[in-house]
């Protein structure tokens, strides 16, 4: 089977302008969560949404929001870009099991804010 | 309040030596422990997590909930070793969300 895929995997911005980010996940897997990752703050947990539905929600302020579409395939959307924002950013589809969920990662857009 | 603490950033030990790369959680109830490798210039993915009790490319990792740590452990460590490693904790069950310490990074010196 295929991975995680991200798209794009290089973004360049400058502050105020959006940007959206996408994710496939793996053919099967119908949870998909988004985290970000940084020097200062490490993996942070950003979302995850399951059959369309958020599940969670991480401590991001409301700048940051996502959706997931009915092939599972899902989207982040930064607004209002801030120089803070740069960052690699992380996509990891799970698949139920007995256990609970195991996440696999995707390689990450790394978005530059400037 | 749901955390983990991964106390050592850099840990560089010689090839043989044992490894141990600490974790510490803090969490109410009974969550599942991960860890979490990335080898450089791959992405993150999943070396083991408690509940399965295997080991992994001859590492383990043994929860113990009266310390609340769930440190990972190889006898004898190797070159291909070298990697940043994550512990993570999943609360619930009916969810995907984890949260990660900081990271440790390994260097094995040969």
């Known amino acids: 089977k295929a991975g995680v895929t991200q798209t794009p995997r290089y973004l360049i911005k400058t502050r105020g302008q959006q940007v959206t980010l996408s994710c496939s996940p793996i053919s099967g897997h119908r949870s998909v969560s988004w985290y970000q990752q940084t020097p200062g703050q490490g993996l942070q947990f950003l979302f995850e949404?399951?059959?369309?539905?958020?599940?969670n929600k991480g401590n991001f302020p409301g700048r940051f929001s996502g959706r997931q579409f009915s092939n599972s395939r899902s989207e982040m959307n930064v607004s209002t870009l801030e120089l803070g924002d740069s960052a690699l950013y992380l996509c990891a589809s799970s698949l139920e099991s007995s256990g609970g969920p195991v996440q696999f990662f995707g390689p990450g857009t790394r978005l530059t804010v400037l | 309040a749901q955390r983990v603490t991964q106390p050592e950033k850099l840990l560089s030990v010689f090839k043989g030596a044992p490894v141990e790369l600490k974790c510490n959680y803090s969490y109410s109830g009974s969550p599942e422990l991960f860890w979490y490798v990335q080898y450089s210039r791959q992405r993150l993915q999943l070396l083991l997590r408690h509940i399965s009790r295997e080991s992994i490319k001859g590492f383990t990792a043994d929860l113990n909930k009266g310390e609340t740590s769930f440190h990972l452990k190889k006898p004898f460590a190797q070159e291909e070793d070298s990697a940043m490693y994550y512990c993570?904790?999943?609360?619930?069950?009916?969810?995907?969300?984890?949260?990660f310490g900081q990271g440790t990074t390994l260097q094995v010196k040969p």
């Open positions: 993570a904790l999943k609360g619930s069950s009916n969810t995907g969300k984890l949260i």
């Open positions: 949404y399951f059959s369309e539905t958020q599940r």
